[in-house]
């Protein structure tokens, strides 16, 4: 037996060896055809057809084949969002001003010439789950919706402790959205637009642990 | 039309003889194995200092959370386990399987017995990508869907340790080629095997030229 391949290895002669083979090829056809057209009608732009078996394509590709390649552009090149954040500390309600988390994480990467995903996904992804997930009153519409924002509340905290400087015992987070300036777009297009989001409690199981958080730089 | 219908199946026949005789691309398959095993090891390298708060107990996306959006999820209990299996390590097991995830990188990309160290990547790379399902990038979703892919190719066939130590078992048997006795049903299915495995390959590097194509194919449309 020659596992190297090169050479043509004798062929199966008996019935069920060939049978095997025969099997295995319709096997592979079969599901790379369907794979191929799931993988195609996931990332097609809206069609009759993507629309019509949606949910067969995507039983078929989530979660393991998940893929979103429309992310690479174009939003983030033409709009800048600062999601920034402020805190209610627990000892005395005094509050804290706006820390501006985007900016943070920016000043932390300008240094580092390769930074990694906490810096550079995780805030970002965070919000843009948060605001996928809820309507403009900040109302759930995604059966997701709490663990995303439970999540967000929890990057922003992991953010917040060391500079709080005190048990945090609620969050108010706010977004700020400019449009970069451009041709066809006025001075009141690009003026930042706040989006400031209800303030949310933290969870007692949270509060218990800033113990060891709050013993930032 | 006999004739005709004769011709088709000729060609049916004859492409069905190169599908499970011929591998295609098992080269590109060892630099594609070889790439995104050496780009595993480096990004586990370079994230080893903040491992923690990436996919660790204490990462923002945690343990509970994991298990809260895998069940609204719906999926069927083996996936739940293989997406949710990095959340319930404790420090010291995530520790030792991030080594393990980094050693096993390094056994793919060298070509260390490739078959199973394939499976066993592919198997890694996704339980650990899905840790933390909002720390990914497009770079991650590439690797993820490779690694995938990966598994079903026969990428050790060429620079590769493997390769390596084929070539010397077979310049050893070159001068004594006295093959061992064996029953004639296992003689059989050594011959079925290595077309079962040409088949499996060539429909995995289909998939994988397709996937590359859609990932340009939907960016560019998207621009």
């Given amino acids: ?217 | 039309m006999t004739g005709r219908a004769a011709t088709a199946l000729w060609w049916i026949g004859d492409r069905y003889e190169t599908v499970t005789t011929r591998c295609f691309a098992a080269r590109g398959m060892a630099v594609l194995r070889i790439g995104y095993g050496t780009l595993w090891v480096l990004f586990l390298l370079h994230e080893s200092g903040e491992r923690d708060a990436a996919w660790g107990p204490d990462s923002p996306w945690s343990p509970a959370l994991e298990h809260q959006y895998a069940a609204q999820a719906g999926w069927p209990g083996f996936l739940r386990v293989w997406l949710t299996s990095v959340a319930d390590l404790t420090h010291t097991e995530f520790n030792v399987f991030y080594l393990f995830a980094l050693a096993v990188g390094v056994a793919f990309a060298l070509g260390w017995h490739t078959r199973i160290v394939s499976v066993l990547f592919a198997i890694i790379v996704v339980a650990l990508e899905n840790r933390s399902p909002l720390l990914t990038d497009g770079g991650d979703n590439v690797l993820t869907l490779l690694s995938m892919y990966l598994a079903f190719t026969a990428c050790g066939r060429f620079w590769s340790i493997d390769a390596r130590r084929r070539a010397r078992a077979q310049a050893r048997s070159g001068d004594s080629a006295a093959e061992p006795e064996r029953a004639a049903w296992r003689v059989e299915l050594s011959r079925a095997r290595p077309r079962m495995v040409a088949v499996v390959h060539n429909g995995a590097v289909l998939l994988i030229a397709a996937q590359i194509c859609i990932v340009y194919g939907t960016a560019g449309l998207a621009q």
């Fill in chain 1, 1 to 217: 037996m020659s596992a190297s391949g090169s050479g043509p290895a004798a062929p199966p002669t008996r019935w069920w060896s060939r049978a095997l083979v025969a099997g295995t090829t319709v096997a592979v056809g079969a599901v790379v055809a369907v794979h191929l057209a799931a993988t195609f009608f996931y990332n097609a732009p809206a069609n009759p057809v993507s629309q019509r078996y949606a949910k067969q394509v995507d039983t078929w590709i989530e979660p393991l084949f998940q893929q979103n390649w429309r992310l690479f552009a174009p939003n983030p090149i033409s709009e800048n969002i600062a999601v920034q954040a402020r805190a209610s500390l627990t000892a005395n309600g005094r509050l804290t001003g706006w820390y501006d988390l985007s900016s943070l994480d920016q000043r932390a990467e300008a240094g580092n010439p390769a930074p990694g995903h906490v810096l550079q996904n995780g805030l970002r992804n965070a919000w843009f789950g948060w605001a996928g997930s809820h309507d403009a009153n900040g109302n759930p519409t995604t059966s997701d919706a709490a663990a995303l924002q439970a999540y967000l509340l929890n990057v922003v905290l992991d953010r917040l402790r060391p500079l709080a400087g005190g048990t945090i015992g609620s969050v108010q987070i706010r977004a700020v959205t400019t449009l970069l300036p451009g041709p066809g777009r006025t001075a009141a297009q690009t003026a930042p637009q706040v989006r400031t989001l209800d303030w949310w409690t933290v969870p007692a199981s949270d509060t218990n642990n800033t113990a060891s958080n709050t013993a930032g730089p």
